[in-house]
Each structure stands twice: as structure tokens, then as C-alpha cells.
């Protein structure tokens, strides 16, 4: 991928510039009535993942709210269309904003801006969230209320801090998959009991969609055009997280893109690279055996994870909706003493990691050897994810989004009662 991307302190000076808009905002909420039967819905991942699956249950509903999707682009819109979303408007435009303002309730996925920030004061807002928190979040992490060389001013990052807190205590609703995940959620948004409940994550629902053997039979016919001729094949996703706009240490060296390539061809495996969308890397190399996914070419993660035979991450939170698969994780972790000291982990690496995690692909490519030969190996591994998803999800009934949706549709009722 190439150079850049957002960083926490760039959008965090946005944020700060815009204090006067939020402030206008919240003066025009005081003398707007909102509906509680409209919502507005909006993602950073656009009309994918849990915003979708959300979006369709409200649409679901007996009595269903008038639903309008939040759009960033004409490229979204497009796809909301084609996703069967009835009413689109752009977030930012000045019909975007009234909407917002007159809305009852708001369903967002990563923050406020996922719909029209500056006219949220007042309603019901459910955050769905996009992974569960084994990274530090919000203002547990020094990382994310960075805000660049303003910091040296004194009281600029506690001023951070303090907006960070403000703003995540208007959440009415966040849902999580487990009672394991909600006390780093509440500590992270600052949230009290009742805001967090452990009624299932509306995007995890694909994952226990029919049997297995249905589950599987799907993932593999998203991942086919992914794989060219090696349909057949074993497939091993590499998902890296995020850091914050710096280069990923995990990019192989020249040499390990060989012995990677080599041990596909031996092992009949092919490699998906799949960098986080706001990632940076120089994942330049592609061989038949090595392709890169990108999220422009599948948006959406969930669906694949039936699919894959291992999964190579870092920190990110795709390996909690993995392991239900029961399959293999492999963990690679080059840079985990900085991680922890610059954006800080909610759990003990070494637990996560159950064998023990690589340092580089050298390690993990001998990982991979072990597990596709050595049935003791691939046995104790799929044990580990095993035990892992008992702790990180207790809704495995494909219903969590309507779960989420109908104790959202409570709040909204005592709300504007």
C-alpha cells in the first residue's frame, strides 16, 4: 500500500477545530424536536459489516423506524443502493446535518462522524463498534488522543482526554459479544452500567449463519475469485492491525517472500495479504501463491473467516471472530514491546497467544510447517481457538442484531415518551 494515511493526531486537530460547530449544534438541538421514528446509520466501512446488519434488522422490525443511510461519497451511495438501502443522504450536506438533527436515534460504527457529527446532541446514540477491544481504545491509549506538536502546549492533551470522555458519555447503547470485553469498553468510552450490554455484536452474525459445513461452503465461494486457479487450495489470511499511519514491521523481507512462496507451493496454500484499510506497508510482492486482498476488493472480513485454514495477525481484533472457526491462529508480534507502550493491549499477549507468538515470518512460516504436518500440532492449536471463543462470545445464535435493534427501539420509546 502506499505511503500515508490518517493518523490519530491529524483527525484529533480536526476535532479540536471544530468546537465551534459542535457547540452551534448543540444550540439548534435545544429548538429542534427529533422523531423517534427516524434513525440514521452511518460507517466508516460504509453500507457493510455491523451498520448493515443493523440497518436490515430495524428494517425488520414489526414497526419499523423511516431508516436513512448516511453517505460519504457518490461511490457509497452507490453501494448502499446496491445493498437495498432505501433512503441515502450525504452526511455532510446541509440535508445530511437536518437529518441528523431531527433524528431520534443514530447507529454509528466507528465514531461521530460516521453520521453528521455536529447534530448528534440529544439523541439516542447506539455504538456498534468494529472489533472487539483487545487494543487499547479511546482514552485508555495514549495513541489515540495524541494530537501531534500541540501536546507540547500544556493542557492540550488532557483537553483531549476530557473531549474523548465527553463525548463517548452520550452513548446510549453499546453492544458487546462478551461480558470478557465489557469492562475495557466502559473504561475506554467511559461508560456506566446499562450503556454496555452483552447482547451479541450485529457483525458477527454472518459467522453463525447455518451449520459449518454451510458456514465453510460460503466463505470459500466469497474467497474463489480471490485465488485464481487454487480454488482447491489451503488459504492462510495475514490481516495486520493498524498503527496509527506507521509502517507495518510485519512486511517480509526479500528473502522471506521466497521461503513464503516456497512453502506455499510445498504445502498447496495460498497466502492472502490483507493490510488494514487505513494501514501503510510496502506489500508489493505477488506471486500466483501470494495475492493481495484488499479491502476495496472485499470490504467486508466476516465472511472469509470460514474459509481460511490459518489466520496470521498482529493485535487485531479479526482473531476474535476467528476463532470460532475453531482453526488455527498464529500470532506475529515483531514490535510488542513498543505496541503496548505507545497504543497498550487490554489482555496478556502470551495468554492470546497460547504457544507462543512469532517474531518474525521466519517463525511463522515454521508455525505454519507445524500445523498443516504434525496433527498434534494442528489439534492443540484449534484447542486454543477453541477455548478462546468460549471466553469471547456468548450470542452464537446468528441474532444479535436483532437483539441490539430491539433494545435500542426500548431507548428510543423511554427517550421521547
Request: aromatic letters at 8%; one cysteine or more.
Amino acid at each position: 500500500m502506499a505511503s500515508g494515511g490518517f493518523r490519530f493526531a491529524q483527525g484529533n486537530l480536526g476535532k479540536l477545530l471544530g468546537i465551534p460547530r459542535y457547540a452551534l449544534g448543540a444550540v439548534h438541538a435545544r429548538f429542534t424536536s427529533r422523531d423517534p421514528k427516524l434513525w440514521v446509520v452511518g460507517s466508516n466501512f460504509g453500507p457493510a459489516d455491523g451498520a448493515l446488519a443493523f440497518y436490515r434488522a430495524a428494517a425488520a422490525l414489526p414497526d419499523p423506524p423511516r431508516l436513512v443511510w448516511l453517505s460519504r461519497s457518490p461511490e457509497e451511495t452507490e453501494r448502499a443502493r446496491a445493498a437495498g438501502v432505501g433512503e441515502v443522504v450525504d452526511r455532510d450536506s446541509s440535508l445530511g446535518y437536518r437529518t441528523t438533527l431531527t433524528a431520534g436515534l443514530a447507529a454509528v460504527t466507528h465514531g461521530f462522524g460516521d453520521v453528521n457529527r455536529y447534530g448528534l446532541s440529544g439523541a439516542v446514540i447506539v455504538q456498534l463498534w468494529h472489533g472487539a477491544p483487545l487494543k487499547k481504545l479511546h482514552a485508555d491509549s495514549p495513541a489515540v488522543t495524541d494530537v501531534g506538536g500541540l501536546g507540547r502546549i500544556p493542557g492540550v492533551r488532557a483537553l483531549m482526554r476530557t473531549a474523548y470522555r465527553r463525548g463517548t458519555r452520550r452513548i446510549s447503547l453499546l453492544p458487546t459479544g462478551s461480558g470478557f470485553f465489557a469492562p475495557s469498553l466502559a473504561s475506554a468510552l467511559d461508560l456506566t452500567d446499562g450503556q454496555v450490554q452483552v447482547l451479541g455484536e450485529p457483525r458477527a452474525d454472518v459467522l453463525f449463519a447455518g451449520t459449518p459445513d454451510e458456514r465453510v461452503a460460503a466463505a470459500r465461494a466469497v474467497l474463489a475469485p480471490h485465488l485464481g486457479e487454487f480454488t482447491g487450495s489451503r488459504v492462510v489470511l495475514y490481516a495486520p492491525t493498524w498503527r496509527d499511519g506507521d509502517p507495518d514491521p510485519g512486511v517480509p523481507t526479500d528473502a522471506q517472500w521466497r521461503r513464503i512462496d516456497a512453502v506455499c507451493e510445498r504445502l498447496d496454500l495460498v497466502l492472502l495479504v490483507r493490510p488494514h484499510p487505513l494501514g501503510v506497508g510496502e506489500y508489493t510482492y505477488a506471486s500466483p501463491r501470494v495475492r493481495l486482498l484488499t479491502a476495496s476488493a472485499q470490504p467486508e472480513s466476516m465472511p472469509l473467516l470460514w474459509g481460511l485454514d490459518a489466520l496470521v495477525t498482529d493485535y487485531s481484533s479479526m482473531l476474535v471472530d476467528y476463532v470460532v472457526t475453531e482453526r488455527p491462529l498464529v500470532l506475529l508480534a515483531p514490535d510488542l514491546d513498543s505496541y503496548r507502550r505507545t497504543r497498550g493491549l487490554y489482555v496478556d499477549y502470551a495468554w492470546l497467544a497460547g504457544d507462543g507468538w512469532s517474531r518474525d515470518w521466519d517463525e511463522v512460516l515454521d508455525r505454519l510447517e507445524a500445523l498443516f504436518t504434525d496433527e498434534a500440532a494442528a489439534a492443540s492449536a484449534s484447542e486454543h481457538s477453541r477455548e478462546l471463543a468460549t471466553r469471547f462470545h456468548e450470542w452464537t445464535d446468528g441474532r444479535s442484531a436483532r437483539r441490539v435493534v430491539e433494545a435500542a427501539a426500548v431507548l428510543v420509546a423511554r427517550r421521547f415518551r
